[in-house]
T-cell receptor, first 113, second 115 residues
Framework: LAKTTQPISMDSYEGQEVNITCSHN???????ITWYQQFPSQGPRFIIQ???TKVTNEVASLFIPADRKSSTLSLPRVSLSDTAVYYC??????????????FGKGTKLSVKP | DGGITQSPKYLFRKEGQNVTLSCEQN?????MYWYRQDPGQGLRLIYY???????QKGDIAEGYSVSREKKESFPLTVTSAQKNPTAFYLC??????????????FGPGTRLTVL
């Protein structure tokens, strides 16, 4: 069972910055934090991964405080096309010897015009 | 253009029939996976394969079968023994299973409906 906690849903408007926070109090020393995005009726897509401090790519930023017990996915200036479910994954989300990913419910982000 | 493809996107089947879902990748990945997703739920692992000619059952393998005769192909057969097959099926691949934090690449999915 995944030991991450994230909001079930969030609403935003076009052009705003959206921050989705994930709590992972039991994160292990060697765990990375990964975020995936899933649009309706599509497969999930890797967005970003980090271990500590800040990671930025062309899609998003990931902020990880020093204690690593939480992380925040930041989406700058969202558009309607960013409406999707966002999943936070840490060690418990990786299926051990099977290698599979275990997705929880994720955060359903709805972007309005 | 590298990626992972699944076909068909939508599939309808009558009860009692077997049906095969296609999954192809040209990413040269060793590991491939089949997941099932039900409405509002997370992904559940059906089968996975670490290398050609080898595959292992996942958490919900009953009523399903797979083959891995080629590195790039990992077809899934939904048999008549699967009691509730209507779902969204996702195929994924990764470079290797040995490094768990490697990115998994997902196909667009096949939505199977049993009539």
């Amino acid at each position: 069972l995944a030991k991450t906690t994230q909001p079930i849903s969030m609403d935003s408007y076009e052009g705003q910055e959206v921050n989705i926070t994930c709590s992972h109090n039991n994160i292990a020393t060697n765990d990375y934090i990964t975020w995936y995005q899933q649009f309706p009726s599509q497969g999930p897509r890797f967005i970003i991964q980090g271990y500590k401090t800040k990671v930025t790519n062309e899609v998003a930023s990931l902020f990880i405080p020093a204690d690593r017990k939480s992380s925040t996915l930041s989406l700058p200036r969202v558009s309607l096309s960013d409406t999707a479910v966002y999943y936070c994954l840490v060690g418990e989300n990786y299926g051990g010897s099977q290698g599979n990913l275990i997705f929880g419910k994720g955060t359903k982000l709805s972007v309005k015009p | 253009d590298g990626g992972i493809t699944q076909s068909p996107k939508y599939l309808f089947r009558k009860e009692g029939q077997n049906v095969t879902l296609s999954c192809e990748q040209n990413l040269n990945h060793d590991a491939m996976y089949w997941y099932r997703q039900d409405p509002g739920q997370g992904l559940r692992l059906i089968y996975y394969s670490q290398i050609v000619n080898d595959f292992q059952k996942g958490d919900i393998a009953e009523g399903y079968s797979v083959s891995r005769e080629k590195k790039e192909s990992f077809p899934l057969t939904v048999t008549s023994a699967q009691k509730n097959p209507t779902a969204f099926y996702l195929c994924a691949s990764s470079i290797t299973r040995a490094h768990p934090y490697n990115e998994q690449f997902f196909g667009p999915g096949t939505r199977l409906t049993v009539l």
